[in-house]
């Protein structure tokens, strides 16, 4: 399969390439454009969305990137990314802006502050994974198209995916957690989609 992109802007993108490595999938480290062809799909890590905002203005990647997520390039958001995907936000700076695509409303710093960041096990489509919430979002409501793939036990969900687009509240990457990759990898290789910009 073609190289899996990872938007390497801001963030926890390091962790993502490893992970991906780890698999045995190729990575392309994408901070231009014109990176976005010739990739099978993108992860959109965790960090700081108001950044990661900014600086996909600052870096032109902003409006071919919405237009792909239109066209049903598989993308996989986590925490910052997850707030990127959403159509709707709660909790966003005044000029905050998201790519959108994922019929969602998300709720920034949900839990708390970053000491009230908590490591958990979280069922993913009935497989238990290891999951940090840092700083995390919480995905308060969705559109009708929308999957739940994890909730909490006091039923917040914190994993959706919307057609080729996937979406979590927490970060697998930093506890060398691989079953939502997995999961991301197979979406690429069945989406099969031919980026052409
Ligand atoms: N709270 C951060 C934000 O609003 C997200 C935190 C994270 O990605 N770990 O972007």
Same mark, same amino acid.
């Given at each position: $399969?073609?190289?899996?992109?990872?938007?390497?802007?801001q963030g926890d993108f390091r962790e993502h390439i490893a992970t991906l490595h780890s698999l045995g999938?190729? /990575?392309? =480290?994408?901070?231009?454009?014109?990176?976005?062809?010739?990739?099978?799909? #993108?992860?959109?890590?965790?960090?700081?969305?108001?950044? %990661?905002?900014?600086?996909?203005?600052?870096?032109?990647i902003r409006e071919p990137l919405i237009k792909l997520i239109k066209d049903g390039f598989p993308v996989?958001? /986590?925490?910052?990314?997850? %707030? $990127?995907?959403?159509?709707?936000?709660?909790?966003?700076? @005044? /000029?905050?802006?998201?790519?959108?695509?994922?019929? %969602?409303?998300?709720?920034? +710093? =949900?839990?708390?502050?970053?000491?009230?960041?908590?490591?958990?096990?979280?069922?993913?489509?009935?497989?238990?994974?290891? =999951?940090?919430?840092?700083?995390?979002? %919480?995905? =308060?409501?969705?559109? @009708?198209?929308?999957?739940? #793939?994890?909730?909490?036990?006091?039923?917040?969900?914190?994993?959706?995916?919307?057609?080729? #687009?996937?979406?979590?509240?927490?970060?697998?990457?930093?506890?060398?957690?691989?079953?939502?990759?997995?999961?991301?990898?197979? $979406?690429?290789?069945?989406? +099969?989609?031919?980026?052409?910009?």
């Amino acid at each position: $399969m073609l190289p899996i992109g990872v938007l390497c802007l801001q963030g926890d993108f390091r962790e993502h390439i490893a992970t991906l490595h780890s698999l045995g999938i190729e /990575t392309v =480290a994408v901070r231009k454009p014109s990176q976005l062809k010739q990739i099978s799909g #993108l992860v959109i890590p965790g960090g700081e969305s108001t950044v %990661i905002d900014k600086l996909s203005k600052i870096y032109e990647i902003r409006e071919p990137l919405i237009k792909l997520i239109k066209d049903g390039f598989p993308v996989f958001g /986590t925490c910052a990314g997850l %707030i $990127m995907l959403a159509e709707k936000l709660l909790d966003g700076t @005044p /000029t905050q802006q998201t790519f959108g695509g994922l019929d %969602i409303t998300v709720q920034r +710093n =949900a839990f708390g502050s970053q000491v009230d960041s908590f490591e958990s096990e979280v069922s993913f489509k009935g497989e238990s994974v290891s =999951a940090a919430f840092i700083r995390a979002p %919480i995905v =308060a409501e969705v559109g @009708p198209s929308v999957e739940v #793939l994890s909730k909490l036990e006091d039923g917040r969900i914190v994993a959706v995916r919307q057609g080729n #687009l996937l979406g979590i509240s927490f970060h697998p990457e930093v506890t060398g957690e691989t079953k939502v990759h997995e999961y991301f990898v197979e $979406m690429c290789k069945t989406a +099969n989609f031919k980026t052409t910009n």
